[in-house]
């Protein structure tokens, strides 16, 4: 797969802000330290991450998450709907790097990011219960379905994120939703 300079500029930045959050913390990193790191200048950091914390958390999955739900069968209720669409969405996300997305999400743990991680989950939350009420179902049950999977995802994840073994992220996605469908 061909990347082009932009993509590969704004993997450099990552990689080396999350070189630098691990070892001097997230609150201590600057965005100017890392652009200096990453061998850029501020204006361009803030060209491909409008904030530090962008970083971690900007996704641009959203918007596929929506449409594989939209996918899913009418009649299903709206928590197996959701369920069935992010596990349709996750199968069609390009394969990461799994010690990546566990370090992404280690540091995303800090504290000073815990009310963006917060606004990140909402939104996320907001565009699944936006998508089922949209397809029918009653605002108050797609609402309830929204935050029960992003509560669990989020949970696995930072579970996932912090255990010391090999297993994948898919592992701990479905390991959420199989918690969900009362399967464990």
Known sequence: MTTTKRERTAARILHTAIALFERDGY???TASRIAEEAG???MTFFRHFATKDALLLDDPYDPLIAASIADQPRELAPLAR???GVRSAWAHLPA???DLQRRRLRIAATPALRGAVARNTLETERVVAQQLTSDGADAVAARIAAAAVLAALMAA????ASAGDDRSMGWAIERAFDVLEGAS
């Open 27 to 29: 609150q201590a990193t």
């Open 40 to 42: 850029v200048s501020e």
């Open 82 to 84: 959701a369920i069935a």
């Open 96 to 98: 990461e790097a799994s």
């Open 157 to 160: 994840l930072l579970q996932w």
